[in-house]
């Protein structure tokens, strides 16, 4: 219990200056304590206002750190967490703390750490699948087996629409700079060829510099728009190359020497996005990596690769000095020098860390030889907006889960079960977003659990807080999320059986009137609920329909 070897090890990870889990004003009694029913309630009580007093700054110190030593100073942490769990448990006992639910933690054995968590919520329904991770699935995976799990389970539950195809968002900070998004998502992820037989769509999300990362996968088409990028200037287009084969060698020899259009050349160092169309066989995960990998590379050069094109020759069929001209010529290459653009084993290993987004999509045809047509333009933000509040209209799905405390760890099969609540959500967002649409905005959700959607029209920003309702029912607002200033507005989709769903938009301004039916409710400092903004339907149900928008 609160071994000295457990404090220790912790301020050793934790850096300097770390925060000592001791009894204040009492020192002398940190030592090994086996069994917490044989201290005074006096000494446990004050071990638990440290620790409370401490945990963030012990935490803080936790999530800088990466690797093994995260690991470490992760299951250090844990270990205490869970003994001064044994504490509360005591005094629970003791009746000096109000009883409560019993703790859920799993049992660990002594002298070992706990395992990290991985999964961190699970959402999804027949739409769409988010899984929120403490850190990105390797493709030989061994601590994150669960995550990988819960998204294929998820995606085998997603409804398929006619002419649509699978798009994979990845949101968070990749493990390292030269990472493939399409890696992320399609090869460690394991997806089932199936379910990209006709195409894939992928995109990368960098929000911010935690561990915390996100998968999000739903069927869209392929002529809808990425999440967050578009298109931009042309870099490099090719049309209609035929390919021997869909591997990313041939693929590039193929490109490399095809009829092609260069772009704009002044593209810098911008983000950038791949669109291919494959005209032939069904797609792998090693053929859409194929497309992409052979595209960017067949306009990059190499230099110092006389040994790697003897064995890329011998792939190709061809001879050793036209695959080096090939490599190593500088026409064509507009995205520059890459120094392992041929790897020894006589693979093709582009510099494509700039691609952000991409998809690659079939049209079926009989013939055995495939046709290409790529095109690679840079990329930029859908919505370019100088409100510093703009920015939040680029939030990706689930950043919100940064904001909220964690959720203990749960199966792909416990996160379905909450899909009736789940799809409710999404269909009122769904709802709202169509009327937002029809009024000529640019819609933009804010992703993972929240319930914000962000519109721009005329370049005047207007964040909507959704909520839903059936009947009469009681519908809040929390007052720490719902602000009352312009540009913000509480909408609501009210069900009712048999009828279309009605829509209600309310400035939240609103609420510093004196309309009965809008009213807010502190319940004071010691309550459970936080204060609200509410709408009391009982007040004035009438008095609603000034706001009805659908």
């Not at 409804?159 to 399609?186: H, Q, S, W, Y």
């Not at 997806?191 to 995109?203: L, M, N, Q």
């Not at 046709?371 to 680029?394: E, M, N, Q, S, Y």
């Amino acid at each position: 219990m609160l071994s000295a070897s457990v404090v220790l090890t912790a301020d050793r990870l934790l850096g300097e200056d770390p925060p000592r889990m001791q009894f204040p004003d009492a020192t002398e009694k940190l030592r090994p304590m086996s069994d917490p029913s044989a201290a005074s309630t006096e000494e446990l009580q004050k071990l638990l206002a440290a620790w409370e007093r401490e945990r963030p700054r012990m935490w803080s110190r936790v999530v800088e750190l990466r690797g093994n030593e995260y690991q470490a100073a992760y299951g250090a942490y844990m270990a205490t967490r869970s003994e001064i769990e044994d504490v509360k448990d005591e005094l629970r006992r003791r009746g000096v703390i109000r009883r409560g639910r019993p703790r859920k933690t799993a049992q660990i054995p002594a002298g070992s750490a706990p395992r990290p968590r991985a999964l961190v919520s699970v959402e999804c329904d027949d739409a769409a699948v988010a899984v929120t991770s403490d850190g990105h699935v390797r493709l030989s995976e061994g601590d994150r087996l669960d995550v990988r799990v819960a998204v294929l389970q998820g995606i085998g539950g997603l409804r398929e629409p006619p002419g649509a195809v699978l798009e994979g968002i990845f949101t968070g900070r990749k493990p390292t700079k030269g990472t493939d998004v399409e890696n992320l998502l399609l090869l460690n992820m394991q997806v089932p060829a199936s379910r990209i037989a006709d195409g894939f769509r992928f995109e990368h999300i960098d929000d911010h510099d935690g561990p915390r990362v996100s998968y999000r996968y739903s069927y869209r088409r392929p002529d809808d728009p990425f999440e967050v990028w578009e298109e931009g200037r042309t870099v490099v287009e090719w049309k209609d190359v035929p390919a021997d084969q869909l591997t990313a060698p041939a693929v590039w020899k193929a490109l490399r020497t095809g009829d092609v259009h260069l772009g704009d050349a002044a593209h810098g160092d911008s983000p950038l996005i791949v669109t291919a169309n494959v005209t032939g066989e069904r797609l792998t995960t090693n053929a859409i990596k194929a497309v992409v990998d052979g595209a960017v590379a067949a306009v990059q050069y190499g230099v110092g690769l006389e040994r790697q094109v003897v064995v890329l020759a011998q792939r190709l069929g061809a001879s050793v000095s036209d695959i080096l001209q090939l490599a190593s010529g500088a026409d064509r290459a507009v995205l520059g020098r890459c120094d392992r653009l041929i790897r020894a084993d006589g693979g093709i290993d582009p510099d494509d860390h700039r691609i952000v987004a991409g998809q690659v999509v079939r049209t079926a045809a009989d013939r055995a030889r495939s046709k290409v047509t790529v095109r690679i333009a840079t990329a930029r933000a859908r919505l370019t907006l100088g409100d510093p509040g703009a920015a939040a209209i680029h939030a990706p799905p689930l950043a919100g889960h940064e904001r909220q405390r964690a959720q203990p760890t749960r199966t792909a099969g416990r996160g379905m079960a909450q899909k009736p609540k789940a799809a409710k959500r999404l269909r009122s967002l769904d709802i709202v977003e169509a009327v937002l649409v029809d009024q000529g905005h640019e819609v933009r959700r804010d992703g993972g659990q929240s319930s914000r959607v962000f519109a721009l029209r005329d370049g005047k920003l207007t964040e909507v807080h959704v909520r839903s309702c059936t009947g009469d029912n009681y519908t809040y607002w929390q007052q720490k999320r719902l602000e009352l200033r312009e540009g913000v507005i509480a909408a609501v989709v009210k069900y009712a059986e048999g009828r279309e769903p009605a829509v209600y938009f309310i400035p939240a301004l609103e609420w510093t009137t004196n309309d009965p039916l809008l009213v807010s409710k502190d319940y004071g400092p010691f309550a459970k609920s936080p204060p609200e903004y509410a709408l009391d339907f009982f007040a004035g149900a009438d008095s609603l329909e000034r706001y009805r928008v659908r």
